[in-house]
């Protein structure tokens, strides 16, 4: 093997297993999250037209991939986290090729930029796999598609010339369809274009026309795209609808915010991401937790050396070489963020480092692993650059291992309390809503997480939704003071009928108590227990419970196996005896 192989080899090496490291450390601890809920509930219950039916309204092509999706993974989290991981180490190589083939003469900093890009910190949720798969597998195309156009652009032989650009318009069509705020790579797509053929000393015009030139196809499908989404397509969700975008910027004030917003997003995604995240988890994290995120990242860290001992002799550090990329890193990566953050902006989403909204800066990854690795490598000279370099590698890694230690404690606190209620409650009557309280950070964030979960557990069969779910938010106590009767409609397709006169709450006060069914004839109530539980507590009808059904399984391929029965399933069975005033049981469980 010649010593470039051997050091491409050793690159991709590198940033395989720093992928695998970073993400995969606690992977087979993950669950399902969020959103997830009520994908999983539609794909048991109804399958692919439900699928289908629950995109035609926003993004109908994501349907179709859903779709195939989940008849190769499934309801298996496990699986759902591996593909994940996957298309994230996917992505990263995508991005690596796209580096060397602009800058060949560049084989350290191309590889330490692509690993700033593996873990990258301003995105921590790879761990809400089915959700954000979307978005992962959207980014690999793309950053594949820009490395086949720049190779396209380079190829001597005119058959590979045809093949790379072929390529390439697919999977641009492909990303497109999927998240259509990626629309903006193809801007990136001119930009780079542009780059490559400044660097053959083409005048500016003749640049311009060739550039454009050669991205011509790609902006037809984009043109037409765009044309097709906002003159004809009608999106029946708020969140996508182009009518409700334009009604935000009829005033001045819609103006001010774009422009004030952009400018906050791009500090965010490009800075106060490699710190702002690490210093939220740290915050909550024990030392334990902390010793094993620093060891991990010392484990990236000197993989990373490692390759840096081992081709030291065959990465070119020569003078002509890094002049001619000085600048353009920096200049190249800020001018990437800031058009991949535009679209954003435009939708009236912003970047917020909380549950989720980081997810706004993905699309922007690229951009930034370009910028730093252009301070790192050009605006800072000696040690302090490997200082810098270490220091950004570790924030990514232990912001990363972070994440996913919460989502670990997110599904052992979510997961243990659905086993919980049924020890607890072997049958619900139908028509009944169940509004649960989770512990602190664990707190359902939608209705869907109470309701799909219930529904996959008491009537996996059934297409319809016989069991209402609600969580906890402010004004409820009104709802139940009234006996409020709703129709919920779910992304256009799924109907939840909510009756808040036959209600049963659940509440877990800590994470450390058992899961409670509260009852409203027994005031009996946790000191730990929220303020707004103790205001709805008498409205909780224990007696929807039928005590002498069978209890049901939870799917293991869904919810895993049953956890041990200490304590909290005792108390669960004691609690269920004493609702049948079987006492005798409820001695004997409590001996």
């Not at 309390?417 to 619900?428: E, F, N």
Request: aromatic letters at 16%.
């Amino acid at each position: 093997m010649s010593s470039h192989r051997r050091e491409s080899f050793l690159s991709i090496l590198l940033i395989v297993f720093a992928a695998i490291a970073t993400y995969g450390a606690l992977i087979s601890h993950l669950g399902f999250y969020r959103d997830d809920w009520y994908l999983l509930w539609t794909a048991q219950s109804q399958g692919t037209q439900g699928i289908l039916k629950l995109f035609a309204g926003d993004r109908p092509f994501d349907g179709w991939l859903y779709s195939l999706d989940f008849w190769m993974m499934g309801l298996s989290p496990l699986r759902w986290h591996l593909y994940a991981l996957g298309v994230k180490i996917v992505s990263a190589l995508a991005f690596f090729w796209l580096l060397r083939s602009l800058w060949q003469n560049r084989k350290l900093e191309t590889t330490f930029v692509a690993l700033l890009f593996v873990v990258y910190p301003g995105f921590y949720q790879q761990p809400n796999a089915l959700t954000y798969k979307q978005l992962l597998i959207a980014y690999a195309a793309a950053l594949l598609s820009l490395a086949l156009t720049v190779n396209a652009v380079k190829a001597g032989k005119i058959a590979y010339k045809i093949l790379f650009t072929l390529a390439a318009m697919a999977l641009s069509v492909f990303y497109i369809l999927i998240y259509e705020a990626l629309v903006s790579m193809e801007v990136v797509r001119v930009l780079l274009l542009v780059y490559l053929f400044y660097r053959q000393n083409k005048t500016w015009k003749e640049n311009l026309r060739v550039s454009l030139t050669n991205a011509l196809p790609y902006f037809l499908f984009s043109a037409l795209f765009v044309y097709w989404r906002i003159f004809l397509f009608h999106s029946t969700r708020k969140a996508t609808s182009v009518e409700g975008l334009a009604d935000s910027y009829s005033s001045l004030h819609g103006f001010v915010r774009f422009f004030v917003e952009t400018g906050k997003d791009l500090v965010k995604t490009s800075f106060l991401a490699w710190g702002i995240p690490l210093y939220q988890f740290s915050n909550q994290v024990v030392y334990k937790e902390m010793g094993q995120a620093v060891g991990l990242a010392l484990f990236v860290i000197l993989l990373g050396a490692g390759y840096y001992w081992l081709t030291k002799n065959q990465l070119e550090d020569g003078k002509g070489a890094e002049s001619e990329s000085a600048l353009d890193w920096i200049i190249l990566g800020a001018l990437v963020i800031f058009i991949t953050t535009l679209p954003i902006v435009a939708a009236g989403r912003n970047v917020i480092f909380g549950v989720q909204w980081d997810r706004y800066t993905y699309q922007s990854a690229f951009g930034v692993a370009l910028l730093m690795g252009g301070i790192i490598f050009y605006a800072i000279k000696g040690n302090l650059r490997w200082i810098l370099l270490i220091a950004l590698l570790a924030s990514g890694v232990m912001t990363q291992f972070f994440s996913a230690n919460y989502y670990r404690d997110f599904w052992k606190t979510e997961r243990e309390a659905w086993w919980q209620l049924t020890w607890r409650a072997p049958q619900i009557k139908d028509g009944t809503t169940l509004v649960v309280s989770l512990p602190g950070g664990y707190a359902l964030a939608e209705e869907y997480e109470v309701w799909a979960p219930v529904n996959m557990i008491y009537h996996p069969d059934r297409p319809v939704i016989d069991l209402a779910g609600q969580i906890m938010f402010g004004d409820i106590w009104l709802d139940f003071a009234r006996g409020t009767q709703e129709r919920r409609i779910v992304r256009g397709t799924i109907a939840v009928p909510r009756d808040y006169g036959k209600a049963i709450i659940l509440s877990q006060p800590s994470p450390r108590s058992c899961l409670h069914v509260l009852d409203g004839k027994r005031f009996e109530q946790a000191a730990a227990d929220r303020v707004e539980i103790r205001q709805i507590a008498q409205y909780s009808r224990a007696d929807l419970i039928e005590p002498a059904g069978q209890p049901p399984i939870p799917p293991r391929e869904t919810f895993g196996d049953e956890p041990p029965h200490t304590w909290c399933y005792y108390y669960q069975k004691m609690d269920l005896a004493r609702q049948t005033e079987d006492w005798q049981t409820v001695a004997d469980l409590a001996d």
